[in-house]
């Protein structure tokens, strides 16, 4: 599970299980753990709290003594200064040609490898690096991803364990505001993590935007979980796209939605990854297999395969709440289908589902 209390030095006081899909503030919490229930549980769970602590609080064994961090976190810059500061630092940098045959196997061609700006992350020399853009007249304070190191010197939060390639995350202006990093060996069984500096001296959190590809006044606009894999779908076909970095973003997904209705959107398509049709039985071919104790059992349901599926679609629940609160129009995409409805599990992703035919049109311009 996972609880955060502070973030970008804010108090949170959230939690989320990703085994069961609970989550929500200190409220629901306590009202989960009580058994209080009703359109008032809250009310009463706030009174019961306050109660409890005039009378002296809870022991050291029913609560933790949470603690400000000590480090002065900056206030965040917006999206114009992110823009001028992370423009100037993709200068400085350079793909290599491992990322960018990695790149191209997602079916991404040279020119847009160059016109989205793609680059590889530094191992060393980051603090030059820092130098080098303080020397452009520009001020770094408040962008994710920089913080004054132990010497007191501006930094950039990349080295040894983010190692990979930066995929750019533009806002519906078109500024660059951040930047998912896609690790070359996975963390924790993470792929992308933030560019962000939260928790470090002036650093500041990315706080997970989502990301846009494509014009602002559609009247029709795609959703799909995934910075990097919005940006492949929008080029693979055309379309406007938000690449949402986790179907449990809500927050990035909304403040979208919400400038788009303005903009005068009518429909948002649903191509959030065909986990959600997954078929839930035990094959006992699942990455957590090894701590697995369901081989042989007739009808036994693997409890990661529902908790992904459930993920999803919950995800996808989420998405169609948020577009009833705009007034827009909601569908769901589906591909990849057995007879019986369910994912056949040959392309999980929408831009795995496009890649073939994105590149046999491709063949076909090429001998025309």
């Known amino acids: 599970m996972n609880a955060c209390i502070w973030k970008g030095n804010r108090i949170k006081n959230v939690y989320h299980c990703y085994n069961c899909g609970a989550e929500g503030n200190m409220l629901t919490l306590y009202c989960e753990l009580k058994g209080i229930t009703g359109p008032d549980c809250y009310k009463i769970a706030y009174r019961e709290i306050r109660e409890r602590l005039a009378r002296g609080g809870y022991s050291s064994n029913q609560a933790y003594n949470i603690r400000k961090p000590s480090v002065a976190e900056a206030d965040p810059a917006d999206s114009i200064k992110r823009n001028q500061v992370y423009s100037e630092l993709l200068k400085l940098l350079q793909l290599t040609e491992q990322h960018r045959l990695l790149l191209r196997e997602r079916g991404l061609s040279e020119?847009?490898?160059?016109?989205?700006?793609?680059?590889?992350?530094?191992?060393?020399?980051?603090?030059?690096?820092?130098?080098?853009?303080?020397?452009?007249?520009?001020?770094?304070?408040?962008?994710?991803?920089?913080?004054?190191?132990?010497?007191?010197?501006?930094?950039?939060?990349?080295?040894?364990?983010?190692?990979?390639?930066?995929?750019?995350?533009?806002?519906?202006?078109?500024?660059?505001?951040?930047?998912?990093?896609?690790?070359?060996?996975?963390?924790?069984?993470?792929?992308?993590?933030?560019?962000?500096?939260?928790?470090?001296?002036?650093?500041?959190?990315?706080?997970?935007?989502?990301?846009?590809?494509?014009?602002p006044y559609d009247t029709s606009v795609c959703v799909t979980d995934g910075v990097l894999k919005g940006l492949i779908a929008h080029e693979f076909s055309g379309r406007t796209f938000i690449g949402n970095p986790g179907v449990n973003n809500y927050k990035g997904l909304e403040l979208l939605l919400a400038a788009l209705a303005k903009n005068g959107v009518k429909e948002v398509i649903d191509y959030y990854d065909m986990d959600r049709q997954m078929k839930i039985n035990c094959d006992h071919n699942d990455k957590s297999c090894d701590k697995c104790d369901l081989e042989g059992k007739v009808g036994a349901v693997c409890p990661n395969k529902k908790r992904k599926r459930t993920e999803i679609r919950k995800g996808s629940n989420r998405l169609y709440a948020l577009c009833q609160e705009q007034s827009i129009r909601y569908r769901r995409k589906q591909w990849d289908l057995d007879t019986d409805g369910s994912w056949a599990g040959n392309f999980k992703g929408i831009d795995d589902y496009w890649k073939p035919y994105v590149e046999r049109q491709r063949r076909e311009l090429k001998y025309l």
Do not use: M
């Not at 010497?151 to 990979?164: L, M």
């Open 111 to 215: 020119e847009a490898i160059e016109r989205f700006r793609f680059c590889s992350t530094p191992i060393y020399g980051t603090e030059a690096l820092a130098r080098k853009l303080l020397l452009k007249d520009l001020s770094l304070s408040g962008v994710p991803g920089f913080y004054l190191n132990s010497r007191g010197n501006w930094d950039i939060a990349f080295g040894k364990n983010y190692s990979g390639y930066l995929c750019p995350v533009p806002d519906i202006e078109g500024n660059l505001i951040g930047f998912q990093i896609r690790l070359d060996v996975p963390v924790h069984d993470r792929k992308y993590v933030w560019l962000s500096s939260a928790g470090r001296e002036k650093g500041v959190s990315s706080n997970s935007p989502a990301a846009f590809f494509g014009n």
